[in-house]
Nanobody, 124 residues
Framework: QLQVAESGGGLVQPGGSLRLSCATT????????IGWFRQAPGKEREAVSC????????NYADSIKGRFTVSREIANNTVYLQMNSLRPDDTAVYYC?????????????????WGQGTQVDVSS
């Protein structure tokens, strides 16, 4: 019922774009907020964004605001993270997860059912 699976990571040059996908179930998408997070080697897990279960409200971290956009496609039960103007410090494993508290906060402790992660490498 509550599950997510990330995909779409890869190697991209600085300034490039990449779109990550978070495949989930219809039940999850319609009833829970979905968050995006990332973790670079040696660093704490960092919140990136949260998309509300309605698909109408989104929260973004200051570090990526204006560069990343979260959206969803109902037909295939997928939440997307469109990443533009990528920088080397965007390099990380990216995760999506289900909001267990319903507040769409940019706080990893609020989320459960983490995906396996997808690696994003930004380098020349």
């Amino acid at each position: 019922q509550l599950q997510v699976a990330e995909s779409g990571g890869g190697l991209v040059q600085p300034g490039g774009s990449l779109r990550l996908s978070c495949a989930t179930t219809r039940f999850t998408l319609r009833n829970y907020n979905i968050g995006w997070f990332r973790q670079a080697p040696g660093k704490e897990r960092e919140a990136v964004s949260c998309l509300s279960s309605s698909g109408k409200l989104a929260n973004y971290a200051d570090s990526i605001k204006g560069r990343f956009t979260v959206s969803r496609e109902i037909a295939n039960n997928t939440v997307y993270l469109q990443m533009n103007s990528l920088r080397p410090d965007d390099t990380a494993v990216y995760y999506c997860a289900v909001d267990n508290k319903g507040a769409c906060r940019l706080a990893p402790d609020d989320y459960i059912y983490w995906g396996q992660g997808t690696q994003v490498d930004v380098s020349s």
